[in-house]
Nanobody, 123 residues
Framework: QLQLVESGGGLVQPGGSLRLSCAAS????????IGWFRRAPGKAREGVSC????????NYADSVKGRFTISRDNAKNTVYLQMSSLKSEDTAIYYC????????????????WGQGTQVTVSS
């Protein structure tokens, strides 16, 4: 079965950190750009970050720039999102998606989507 599985979410205090993982099952991630999205209650889905298949290029939403870092380990078939200095407004379900390019990921036309992992930032 071809799928993406996110993990690493949870409850964290403001200012804290979490690392999310996006693991591929049934296919090799190294051919795909991987993006992270989030959906907060009552809000539209927001693109958070994307990394190209080689890992040579990354991009971030302005809302997370300087606080989040995306990386990948193709040997482990996994992409990570390191989140630091977390704020209450980062509370959302975080999803990863795979497509040929970050342009396609950002346009929402991804080949694979994960089920999401909940991140809650609260004191």
């Amino acid at each position: 079965q071809l799928q993406l599985v996110e993990s690493g979410g949870g409850l964290v205090q403001p200012g804290g950190s979490l690392r999310l993982s996006c693991a591929a099952s049934g296919f090799a991630l190294d051919r795909y750009a991987i993006g992270w999205f989030r959906r907060a209650p009552g809000k539209a889905r927001e693109g958070v970050s994307c990394i190209t298949s080689s890992g040579g290029s990354t991009n971030y939403a302005d809302s997370v720039k300087g606080r989040f870092t995306i990386s990948r380990d193709n040997a482990k078939n996994t992409v990570y999102l390191q989140m630091s200095s977390l704020k209450s407004e980062d509370t959302a379900i975080y999803y990863c998606a795979a497509s040929a390019t970050c342009f396609r990921v950002r346009s929402g036309t991804s080949d694979y989507w994960g089920q999401g992992t909940q991140v809650t930032v609260s004191s």
